[in-house]
């Protein structure tokens, strides 16, 4: 197992490292906004399991494969950001939808398991992240342990940490959206700047550089 300096060198290298503003904490902020508080947390539940898929990958070897080809890391990149651009178009369209779950909980309830799915995929499909998993977790693998234990274990701590980091900003956008839905008809606009934020963050993610 990591030693204890070891461990904290992580845990300090990857509070800062989930505070710096990218693709999940984007998509937090823009589900919060377009679906509220419940369905932006359970978003953040989904997208650390994506996380954790992604370490696994990394534990077996897959993510040197994504780093080493240029190929596969421009394949997952492409349809990771095509279906963030696919889930602002629809909050745009579908920007009125807040106003009816004020009035319709059980519709919301119903949106659960695929607000969850919907993280899950985001966070699977983000390749910077793999690639990261890929070049940082092993800095702070104790090498006469089992590498692969060690990977998974930290990977999973580091989706917690991003999990509470992700949590406390789809509270506070959230927030902000309860303000707004004094006047049920300020959620539209709502939405639709939400719907946007996805849709620029899908396009800075195909646009920017490996």
């Known amino acids: ?23 999940s904490l ?14 932006a947390l359970l978003s953040v539940l989904g997208n650390a399991l994506g996380l954790v898929v992604q370490v696994l990958c990394v ?14 890391y421009t394949v997952l990149k492409l349809v990771g950001a095509a279906y963030v651009v696919w889930l602002g178009v629809s909050a745009i369209r579908h920007r009125g939808d807040a106003r009816l779950a004020l009035t319709r909980p ?47 274990l930290l990977g999973v701590v580091f989706g917690a940490m991003a999990v509470c980091s992700d949590s ?16 049920p008809r300020r959620l539209d606009a709502l939405g639709a700047t939400g719907g946007g934020m996805m849709i620029a963050l899908g396009v800075t993610l195909v646009a920017t550089d490996a």
């Open 106 to 152: 059980a519709a919301v309830e119903r949106s659960n398991a695929h607000a969850v799915r919907t993280g899950l995929i985001v966070g699977t499909t983000n390749p910077k992240t793999i690639v990261f998993f890929a070049a940082f977790l092993p800095q702070f693998v104790n090498p006469d342990g089992p590498a692969g234990l060690q990977l998974a």
């Open 168 to 183: 406390l900003w789809a509270l506070g956008a959230a927030r902000a959206r309860e303000w707004f839905a004094r006047k």
């Open 59 to 72: 534990a077996v070897g897959l993510g040197a494969v994504v780093a080493a080809s240029a190929t596969a």
């Open 1 to 23: 197992m990591p030693s204890s300096s070891q461990l904290i060198a992580f845990l300090v290298a990857s509070l800062l490292f989930i505070q710096v503003p990218g693709p």
């Open 26 to 39: 984007l998509f937090t902020i823009g589900r919060a906004l377009t679906v509220g508080r419940r369905g």
